[in-house]
């Protein structure tokens, strides 16, 4: 084996193979995959091939269809041919809420620039020969990009091209040991030789946690197991060679699609059933667990009703294998947290649909730095050391069971919890908290007074929750409320060189002490990385506050950026708990606890000081996520139960009211604030996002050449606001936005204005498409609500409330 090697990648399954294959396509050929046994061994091998473009995300809909055109044109090639059918794929339905999903799918995909069309029961019948309605089918979507491969062939190809473009795969060489070098670069040891890499890729699949260990990391890669069966073979289909749609009854929940002169019938219809919480055993190669005969059974006798021609078969094989999977059922991918030159490409639950997307994101990190599309929401960095094997086997577990389940937005996750609480958590949850998980942290998301919380009533219509949400903004509006903001994203960065490093880091004017200011940090290519509310403690010392979700991913960031200055970055602050008061009453309320002066004119919007509340030292900001006057006050821990009760006992009688996460969403929405994840990221420029104000021009910082080209030339989108007047249930985000018939933009956050009672929406449109005051439509659910363009700062425009 060679030395040295530019990169290494760790697994030789389809996503490996991807990876080498975009990488050599990228012009990286000094790339090496190193696999422990034979090309396809772990869970490649007995994958159903299945390549569903289906999803309920844009990214999700934009791999399926980046790999089956792919591996359309790789079948193409006589050299190394692979078996690509495009069958199309079928889902019917059997309630009216899975019809309303598959509405508001159909809507997304168009959004995406798609197109996901419905069904009527008749038409299905009419598309699939062998399927048949009976009266519990309501319709159905229809997928027309969906088709399905053999994955042995498929990975053996992408390492055959690979292999011709200059790439190396050395089978049967396991990775023994993995140590990185003072330079950066990774020490691989193997069963037959060391190679130094530049870079190391962890494809390793179900291994993909063993293969972390070794690099002294943890990844939450869970193995699962997942059966299908292939009937005996059926004179019919000898008979009749015709292609026909894969049927999807996520109701049902099974899939079923043509295997030759077979039927391959596959069942998410059980509880999710993990194994080895060690890791895989080295020897478990080509291998499988035992047949849950009884379980397929059930779900045979459910899809013979539908398709009677499964009641002519008998059972030619079941192959019950491992699948890995990720704590949320998404893929581990990016750059490894607190390292450099390590990816993880694991924990990846569709392996032969995402592989193709995953590599050629590998590609574009390795080549340019970063990605055409937004991949934060596979970032493995959202998983911090709170993610242990046994919430991950937990947690991946209930999301296989709900697999095929309605995806309703407001649904809370139960297994595993709770981890990371503040002290306060058994307080609140006494004072009626329904708590959610956010980044491990437990966090309130709204207050149950009239105990009419029911967990298992989903809709996408009116749940209990809202009633209490809007008497929650309400409160917030009027009188004053509370919030225990668990979990923030806290930085410190300190030192001679901080305000140096800083100003590199982020696009706008550092705050001077005593002052806070929102800023940016965008990419060398101008795109917004993510936010960061900047705290001037001292001349040369920064607390930084930011996205839960986005803590390690920042933190990296901003790492990589100090270098070699002389300055201190450290995650967290000594006041690492923080509560939320807002409200008009806020002032009165607090002032009754400090000595300080809190008025407009010693306390103005976004300034910040270090001061003692209710005999408690508080570094406290007035500043407001909502839109209204308001502190967040910075606590340690220790005083959090202290100080949250003294504000209760002050607020009685100004008619206090905690509120949670909800509230917060709705208030922000109202207020037309961005939110990272929903209304801006790493495909979106400051003037996409309407955000340019925030550049200061006069200053370096990274992506400042960007910016000014992006100045000289129209922006793409324009970000705006909408107030949806027609009535129906919220819509969602990634709804299209139409106007004169064409989709023109969509939806990224859409809320009730408890406030301002206004159904209101923030969104992106084609630039220029859609100007101020302006009607356009929206598709939410199959239906065409009215809307109005109008700016997205709806409540309070003039920010009167905010400075008083």
């Known amino acids: 084996m060679q030395s040295h090697a530019e990169v290494v990648v760790i697994g030789g399954g389809a996503v490996g193979a991807a990876i080498l294959y975009h ?156 140590r990185q070098r003072a330079s950066g670069e990774w020490v691989v040891e193997t069963s037959t030789g060391t190679v130094v890499a530049g870079t190391v890729i962890n494809a390793a699949g179900s291994s993909g946690g063993r293969i972390a260990a070794m690099a002294g990391m943890h990844v939450p890669v869970v193995t699962l197991e997942h059966q299908y069966l292939v009937t005996s073979p059926l004179a019919v289909l000898g008979k009749d060679t015709d292609t026909f749609p894969l049927i999807r009854d996520p109701d049902l929940r099974f899939y079923l699609r043509r295997e030759r002169n077979a039927l391959l019938l596959g069942s998410y219809a059980h509880e999710g059933r993990p194994v080895w919480q060690d890791g895989v055993p080295q020897d478990f190669d080509h291998q499988l667990f035992a047949d849950d005969i009884d379980g397929m059974m059930a779900v045979f006798e459910a899809a013979s009703a539908h398709v009677s021609l499964l009641a002519e078969a008998g059972a030619q094989r079941f192959v019950n294998g491992p699948i890995p999977y990720a704590p949320d059922a998404l893929p581990l991918v990016g750059p490894a947290g607190g390292t450099c030159n390590f990816y993880h490409a694991t924990g990846v639950q569709i392996g032969i649909t995402h592989s193709a997307a995953i590599g050629k994101a590998m590609a574009e990190w390795l080549t340019t730095g970063e990605t055409e599309w937004d991949l934060s929401a596979w970032d493995p960095r959202r998983f911090g050391a709170w993610a242990t094997q046994d919430y991950a086997a937990a947690r991946a577990s209930e999301h296989y069971d709900l697999q095929y389940a309605i995806p309703y937005p407001h649904r809370i996750m139960e297994s595993g919890r709770p981890l990371n609480q503040t002290p306060l958590y058994a307080q609140l949850v006494e004072q009626g908290a329904v708590m959610g998980q956010i980044g491990g942290w437990e966090r309130a998301f709204w207050f149950d007074l009239g105990k009419t919380n029911d967990p298992g009533a989903l809709s996408f219509g009116h749940e209990p929750w809202r009633d209490a949400v809007r008497i929650e903004c309400e409160t917030v509006r009027d009188r004053v409320g509370v919030m225990d903001h668990g979990g923030f994203t806290k930085f410190t960065l300190d030192g001679p060189d901080a305000a140096k490093v800083l100003d590199k880091v982020v696009c706008g004017t550092l705050p001077p002490v005593g002052r806070v200011r929102l800023s940016y940090m965008l990419t060398p290519k101008g795109h917004i990385w993510s936010e960061a509310t900047i705290s001037r403690l001292a001349d040369d010392r920064f607390l930084l506050c930011g996205p839960t979700l986005a803590g390690d991913r920042d933190f990296d960031w901003i790492e990589t950026a100090c270098g070699d200055a002389d300055v201190r970055l450290t995650k967290g602050y000594a006041r690492d708990g923080a509560l939320l008061v807002m409200g008009p009453k806020s002032r009165d309320l607090l002032q009754g606890l400090t000595a300080y002066d809190l008025s407009a004119a010693n306390a103005p919007w976004m300034s910040l000081a270090e001061i003692e509340i209710a005999g408690m030292q508080v570094t406290a900001m007035r500043i407001s996520f909502v839109g209204e006057l308001g502190w967040e006050l910075h606590v340690a821990s220790s005083d959090l139960v202290a100080l949250y009760d003294a504000i209760w006992a002050a607020g009685r009688p100004h008619g206090i009211c905690n509120f949670g996460s909800y509230a917060l969403n709705a208030m922000r929405v109202e207020k037309g604030y961005h939110g990272w994840g929903a209304d801006f990221g790493v495909e979106y420029t400051l003037f996409d996002a309407g955000l340019s104000k925030f550049a200061n021009m006069s200053k370096p910082f990274t992506g400042r050449q960007a910016v000014e080209e992006q100045a000289m030339q129209e922006a793409s989108w324009a970000f705006i606001g909408l107030e949806i007047t027609d009535p129906g249930p919220e819509p969602l985000p990634s709804d299209p936005i139409i106007r004169e018939g064409r989709v023109i933009g969509y939806l990224t956050s859409v809320s009730m204005g408890y406030r301002t009672g206004k159904l209101l929406a923030l969104g992106y449109v084609e630039n220029g498409s859609l100007e101020m005051g302006e009607d356009c439509l929206v598709q939410a659910f199959g239906e065409l609500r009215s809307a109005t363009c109008h700016s997205h700062h709806v409540y309070d425009p003039k920010n009167e409330r905010l400075r008083s």
């Not at 190193?34 to 289906?54: C, D, M, Q, R, V």
């Not at 794929?89 to 509405?103: D, G, S, V």
Request: charged share 20%; net charge negative; aromatic share 10%.
């Open 23 to 178: 990488l050599a396509k990228a012009g990286i050929t000094d790339a090496v995959l190193l696999e422990k046994n034979e090309l396809t061994a772990g869970s490649t091998w007995h994958a159903a091939g299945n390549i569903p473009t289906y999803a309920n995300s844009w990214l999700g809909m934009r791999a399926g269809n980046y790999a089956w055109q792919l591996y359309k044109e790789l079948a193409k090639d006589p050299v190394a041919p692979i078996t690509y059918r495009h069958t199309s794929a079928i889902w019917p339905a059997h309630t009216p809420e899975r019809m309303q999903l598959f509405q508001h799918l159909c809507g997304v995909s168009r959004s995406a620039g798609f197109e996901l069309s419905m069904l009527t029961p008749s038409e299905i019948e009419q598309m699939h020969p062998y399927w048949q309605a009976d009266d519990t089918i309501h319709g159905g979507i229809f997928d027309p990009y969906e088709g399905d491969i053999d994955p042995s062939q498929l990975t053996q190809a992408l390492a055959k091209h690979a292999r011709d473009l200059g790439a190396k795969v050395h089978r049967f060489t396991p990775v023994t040991g993995l």
